[in-house]
């Protein structure tokens, strides 16, 4: 039975600093109104064309959105045998939130991965969060619902972190954990399709060609040749290297290592990042055991008891996940603290990190004439595009030599 009326409005009352007003649900019961806030602002331009006839592409959305929370609003009202405004809240914010809002799926997909022990995506997502909800603040929101991750939000939440100071790249990374986010909204039905904000000619996600990250062969050289102070700095170079001549291994890949994925002849070992994602496609990652790289474990390798045991000894088999992370964080940290320092003495233009060895394993390959299908294949990359962002550019030496050429007539 209806008792009440209902109404989407815009509330003009308080204009925001983006020259926009809240969008509100409007109950009306025995001449009292009441207004629910849907967690939008739109300029009076954008209510205007939602409410076109044949609305298009955003407008279209948003004008779909509406009929949605009005239609959920009657609903309720019937489902009420005596209508109050308690009751009618109480169920209407029952069907709503949380399933749409943004912070609480956010957390919720975090505490998936923590259950998955994902704890280095877990704290992507976290680092995600605190961003967007200092971007919400900033506007003096504590709530952020689905339908508000419009391109104009997008866009506007880009330059918000780019005037305070952070990299396209990591904009793309928390955009790229927000559109997660939605995605998996579409797929539970918590999200209508057609209100994806991201793709072509609505919001894409920023990306930018990495600075420089390896090295020419005459650079890795030196750092072979470097005569170390101590056996912290000693360590640390072995530990880089090893990762440049195993296929650029990432350090969680290193410390995770077990003398069960060494035979005499090779080191096999399934990439820790793709383990869940290409669970159905998984691709060894498979390093030809060089003289260099077996000196390297013998010279820092754990006494091997058991196959299962770890070769480095960074890691023990009674360590949960989260002291797994902590370890391989510190163990990280450390390498790149004295791979730094290695650097500054050898007055190198790059800063060493334990992401230069990944790096300039794939670069000093493509230098040498090497496959980008086997670069690809050596660094466990699916996708070639992935690979080509790794490679850098040749050097200026290189680039002369062919520019010469334009004048050899």
């Given at each position: 039975?209806?008792?009440?009326?209902?109404?989407?409005?815009?509330?003009?009352?308080?204009?925001?600093?983006?020259?926009?007003?809240?969008?509100?649900?409007?109950?009306?019961?025995?001449?009292?109104?009441?207004?629910?806030?849907?967690?939008?602002?739109?300029?009076?331009?954008?209510?205007?064309?939602?409410?076109?006839?044949?609305?298009?592409?955003?407008?279209?959305?948003?004008?779909?959105?509406?009929?949605?929370?009005?239609?959920?609003?009657?609903?309720?009202?019937?489902?009420l045998d005596v209508f109050t405004f308690d009751?009618?809240?109480?169920?209407?914010?029952?069907?709503?939130?949380?399933?749409?809002?943004?912070?609480?799926?956010?957390?919720?997909?975090?505490?998936?991965?923590?259950?998955?022990?994902?704890?280095?995506?877990?704290?992507?997502?976290?680092?995600?969060?605190?961003?967007?909800?200092?971007?919400?603040?900033?506007?003096?929101?504590?709530?952020?619902?689905l339908t508000e991750i419009t391109p104009e939000?997008?866009?506007?939440?880009?330059?918000?972190?780019?005037?305070?100071?952070?990299?396209?790249?990591?904009?793309?990374?928390?955009?790229?954990?927000?559109?997660?986010?939605?995605?998996?909204?579409?797929?539970?039905?918590?999200?209508?399709?057609?209100?994806?904000?991201?793709?072509?000619?609505?919001?894409?996600?920023?990306?930018?060609?990495?600075?420089?990250?390896?090295?020419?062969?005459?650079?890795?050289?030196?750092?072979?040749?470097?005569?170390?102070?101590?056996?912290?700095?000693?360590?640390?170079?072995?530990?880089?290297?090893?990762?440049?001549?195993?296929?650029?291994?990432?350090?969680?890949?290193?410390?995770?290592?077990?003398?069960?994925?060494?035979?005499?002849?090779?080191?096999?070992?399934?990439?820790?990042?793709?383990?869940?994602?290409?669970?159905?496609?998984?691709?060894?990652?498979?390093?030809?055991?060089?003289?260099?790289?077996?000196?390297?474990?013998?010279?820092?390798?754990?006494?091997?008891?058991?196959?299962?045991?770890?070769?480095?000894?960074?890691?023990?088999?009674?360590?949960?996940?989260?002291?797994?992370?902590?370890?391989?964080?510190?163990?990280?940290?450390?390498?790149?603290?004295?791979?730094?320092?290695?650097?500054?003495?050898?007055?190198?233009?790059?800063?060493?990190?334990?992401?230069?060895?990944?790096?300039?394993?794939?670069?000093?390959?493509?230098?040498?004439?090497?496959?980008?299908?086997?670069?690809?294949?050596?660094?466990?990359?699916?996708?070639?595009?992935?690979?080509?962002?790794?490679?850098?550019?040749?050097?200026?030496?290189?680039?002369?030599?062919?520019?010469?050429?334009?004048?050899?007539?």
């Amino acid at each position: 039975m209806i008792t009440a009326t209902t109404k989407i409005v815009h509330d003009k009352r308080i204009q925001t600093k983006g020259r926009t007003y809240a969008v509100k649900l409007r109950v009306t019961h025995n001449r009292i109104q009441k207004y629910y806030p849907l967690g939008m602002h739109l300029t009076v331009v954008q209510w205007d064309k939602a409410h076109e006839e044949n609305p298009r592409k955003e407008n279209k959305a948003n004008q779909i959105f509406f009929n949605k929370i009005e239609q959920r609003a009657l609903d309720v009202i019937r489902e009420l045998d005596v209508f109050t405004f308690d009751l009618f809240e109480k169920k209407f914010d029952q069907q709503a939130a949380p399933k749409k809002e943004v912070f609480f799926l956010i957390q919720e997909y975090m505490n998936k991965l923590t259950s998955d022990d994902r704890l280095n995506t877990a704290d992507s997502y976290k680092c995600a969060l605190k961003s967007f909800t200092n971007f919400s603040s900033n506007s003096k929101k504590s709530k952020l619902v689905l339908t508000e991750i419009t391109p104009e939000w997008l866009n506007h939440y880009e330059k918000f972190m780019i005037k305070k100071g952070s990299s396209p790249t990591t904009v793309g990374i928390y955009l790229r954990n927000l559109r997660t986010i939605i995605n998996i909204a579409i797929e539970d039905g918590n999200l209508d399709r057609s209100l994806y904000p991201f793709g072509k000619r609505k919001y894409q996600i920023p990306s930018s060609k990495n600075i420089k990250k390896a090295l020419i062969l005459a650079d890795i050289k030196r750092i072979f040749l470097y005569k170390t102070t101590t056996a912290a700095e000693e360590k640390a170079k072995d530990i880089w290297i090893f990762s440049y001549l195993c296929n650029g291994a990432n350090i969680k890949d290193i410390v995770n290592l077990q003398y069960k994925n060494i035979t005499s002849k090779n080191i096999t070992f399934i990439r820790s990042k793709t383990e869940r994602s290409t669970k159905t496609s998984q691709k060894p990652i498979i390093i030809v055991l060089l003289p260099e790289i077996a000196a390297i474990i013998k010279k820092w390798g754990q006494t091997c008891n058991n196959q299962d045991d770890y070769v480095f000894g960074i890691l023990s088999q009674t360590d949960n996940a989260q002291m797994q992370l902590v370890k391989t964080k510190q163990f990280t940290k450390n390498i790149n603290k004295y791979m730094k320092l290695i650097g500054q003495k050898l007055e190198l233009d790059l800063k060493l990190t334990t992401y230069s060895a990944r790096h300039s394993f794939a670069t000093v390959l493509k230098r040498s004439g090497a496959p980008i299908e086997f670069i690809s294949e050596s660094l466990g990359h699916k996708d070639l595009r992935t690979t080509e962002n790794y490679l850098d550019g040749f050097e200026n030496e290189i680039k002369e030599q062919y520019q010469r050429k334009l004048l050899n007539f």
